[in-house]
């Protein structure tokens, strides 16, 4: 049996004493940096960020064997610890050891399949929420910023689902009040400390950051405050809560361990969490049926047949009967991957693709290029949802390569949410409005911990269809 390579003989893009690469990275393309490493240097690469050295690997074999040792042999990062705890919000995202196994739970049962289908009519109220705004946008030929908007309806979702509390920031005119504006500073920072050779923010907060984050914490008190007024005054919400944060305060207050830092952190976590990647996907999403208008009529046809005469859906069934789109959102996830790496830390001395990685060395899995490989997967350029629907070994070959919401006993825990979302806003769309010149875009690829779309702009016009069934019938 051959001996695994020590991880610093492993080929990489050569760096400069002390600084490491440091000085080569573009912190909002540094998905796109990696991913042309690999073209260069192959699937299994090294670099280093100051004394800290990365693996780099591209495979999806080598990354799924990675993602499934998590917590035990490979964690988040101990920088990453840093930032959640000079911050004061560590949440499930970030947490690690006895930390992440007690909230684990305390978050997922929120999440699951039974508790988003619940949730179904108020994921209904937000979506035509949404279709309100744009209508009154196209009344007055008035330009839309695709992702601004989608963001203000994955916020107002995740607030409504995780403290019964709607924002209403789709009805907001200005950006004066919106929570996005102090949640937008949070994952560049995050970016700009995990990738500086010395993390000087540790020691000097930048003013500006200081105040988003007092204004953060401030908004998540008060959706504390207004929880726990509501079980007082309600004592049977204990054994029968309405939301995830009633839940989350109800295992706080027994013997679950669960801290008030526990609620706190994963209160911020969860707002963080449910704004950019599912806006960011349905940006794309739209995008890219806009380039392809064969399959935008198809995904437009499955949205009419299932709708009917319904703006927008209003039952959880119908969710599910949107096969076509959802495949749609399974390829969009391919090609343009919200969370396109995942940065390891080993806990101990592992083996990753035959490469011995010591222990507080880094694995950073890089998620696209095993979903483009044309040596594994068909057509693999090409967005073809079609692909997802076969059950045979087209889709078996994209599912292996492609893992989205991760894998392992840290999959992403609003998985089910974040689909349900992505169909229930798609659907209201294609039905009810042509945004023509979405197709002229040309949007670029902008990395802040999740990889969203930049200049995504339209006019969005009401669809005939749509706007003759809100016309009362004439009498008999």
């Keep these: 049996m051959t001996a695994p390579r020590p991880l610093h003989t492993i080929a990489g893009p050569k760096g400069l004493p002390l600084i490491g690469n440091a000085h080569q990275i573009r912190n909002e393309q540094f998905h796109a940096q990696l991913e042309s490493w690999a073209r260069e240097w192959g699937p299994v690469y090294s ?195 309405r939301n995830l944060l009633q839940a989350m305060l109800v295992a706080c207050e027994s013997e679950t361990g669960i801290t008030e830092d526990d609620l706190v952190g994963n209160v911020f976590t969860i707002l963080l969490a449910g704004e950019d990647t599912t806006a960011s996907t349905v940006a794309w999403l739209l995008w890219l049926l806009h380039q392809h208008p064969d399959k935008l009529q198809q995904a437009r046809a499955e949205a009419l047949a299932v709708l009917g005469e319904d703006p927008q859906a209003s039952r959880w069934e119908q969710l599910q009967a949107m096969e076509f789109i959802q495949a749609c959102a399974q390829e969009t996830l391919r090609l343009k991957p919200v969370a396109p790496l995942i940065i390891n830390e080993a806990n101990e001395d592992a083996v990753v693709a035959d490469v011995l990685v010591p222990k507080g060395s880094f694995v950073m899995c890089v998620m696209r290029p095993a979903g483009l490989d044309a040596r594994e997967i068909v057509d693999a350029a090409s967005f073809s949802p079609g692909r997802w629907v076969d059950q045979g070994a087209m889709a078996a070959a994209a599912r292996h390569a492609t893992m989205p919401f991760g894998s392992g006993p840290r999959i992403c825990p609003g998985r089910y949410l974040a689909l349900a979302e992505i169909k229930a806003v798609a659907s209201m769309i294609l039905t009810r409005f042509d945004l023509d010149d979405l197709a002229t875009n040309s949007p670029t690829e902008k990395f802040t911990f999740v990889m969203a779309p930049v200049g995504l702009r339209s006019r969005p016009r009401v669809r005939q269809s749509a706007a003759a069934s809100r016309q009362p019938q004439a009498l008999a």
């Design 47 to 241: 670099f280093a960020i100051g004394a800290r050295k990365f693996l780099c690997i591209t495979q999806s074999d080598a990354i799924e064997s990675v993602l499934r040792r998590r917590p035990a042999v490979f964690r988040r990062s101990s920088r990453l610890d840093q930032i959640a705890s000079d911050t004061r919000f560590v949440g499930v995202f970030s947490a690690n050891g006895d930390t992440w196994r007690r909230q684990r739970p305390m978050v997922t049962a929120g999440l699951d399949p039974t508790h988003v289908r619940a949730f179904m009519p108020v994921l209904s109220e937000v979506t035509g929420a949404l279709r309100q705004r744009w209508e009154t946008a196209a009344q007055d030929g008035q330009e839309i910023d695709l992702l601004a908007d989608l963001m203000r309806f994955t916020v107002d979702v995740t607030t409504s689902l995780a403290f019964g509390q709607n924002l209403h920031t789709l009805e907001e005119t200005d950006d004066t009040h919106l929570i996005q504006q102090h949640l937008n500073v949070i994952f560049p920072m995050m970016l700009r400390r995990l990738l500086a050779p010395v993390d000087v923010e540790h020691w000097m907060v930048r003013k500006e950051t200081r105040l988003h984050l007092e204004a953060l914490r401030k908004a998540v008190l008060g959706f504390i405050d207004r929880a726990r007024a509501e079980l007082r005054a309600d004592p049977e919400l204990r054994s029968r809560p």
